[in-house]
């Protein structure tokens, strides 16, 4: 399964060989611009899409059926601009997105930044982290409550706000910098090694990554 920016969301059934859209029923504007998926684990004909497009239809989409037909689960206050859409994979009902800040010209409507959470697939949300620009999230795989968030500048001005790599130790309660070592702190993404949940690798923008690893691991829910 894939997105494709400016087209919608694709299935292969053959590998990657060929692609059909399972997007036919989303509204046209937002499908055009999709910014993240999640295949529920525990049924794979239920994946949750986040639309970004026009402000009025961007939010969270759900099909039960593969992509045949899809409904709208709800529309966070910030999430026009979604960056980042992940589910914890330890408890798939539970989902993390992140934010930059975003104002629609159209509705005159301020969005602001940050990281949002949802315990029940995407129903409801509360905010976990509040920051003008935040590009990605991540979920300890063998900790629940270890979260990470990455920060960045301004992507349109010279507004030098990044905060580098912030660490939650308490599920999003209380976060701290977690950037020793790391020379920049603009940062675009960051991902947790499938190999070695101590290992996080740190996409930085323009082009260039770092690699870190923790000093302890814990394993709890």
Request: aromatic share 8%.
């Amino acid at each position: 399964m894939a997105t494709s920016k400016g087209n919608g969301i694709y299935e292969s059934h053959d590998g990657g060989q060929s692609w059909h859209p399972i997007h036919a029923d989303l509204p046209a504007d937002a499908r055009k611009d999709p910014r993240g998926l999640v295949l529920d684990t525990g049924d794979p004909r239920r994946i949750i899409a986040v639309l970004a497009g026009g402000a009025a239809n961007a939010g969270l989409y759900q099909t039960r059926d593969g992509g045949a037909h899809w409904q709208r689960l709800s529309q966070p206050s910030c999430s026009p601009d979604v960056q980042c859409f992940i589910a914890d994979p330890r408890r798939p009902e539970v989902l993390y997105m992140t934010t930059r800040q975003f104002y629609d010209q159209a509705s005159k409507q301020y969005y602001p930044g940050g990281v949002l959470k949802s315990a029940d697939r995407g129903q409801t949300w509360q905010p976990l982290l509040t920051h003008r620009f935040v590009t990605s999230v991540a979920v300890s795989p063998t900790d629940s409550q270890t979260l990470y968030a990455t920060t960045s500048d301004h992507p349109y001005h010279d507004d030098s706000v990044a905060e580098g790599v912030l660490k939650s130790t308490d599920g999003g309660r209380t976060w701290q910098h977690e950037n020793t070592g790391l020379s920049v702190r603009n940062v675009k993404s960051l991902t947790i090694s499938p190999h070695d949940p101590t290992s996080l690798v740190i996409g930085i923008q323009g082009n260039s990554a770092f690699v870190g690893r923790e000093k302890g691991d814990k394993s709890n829910n």
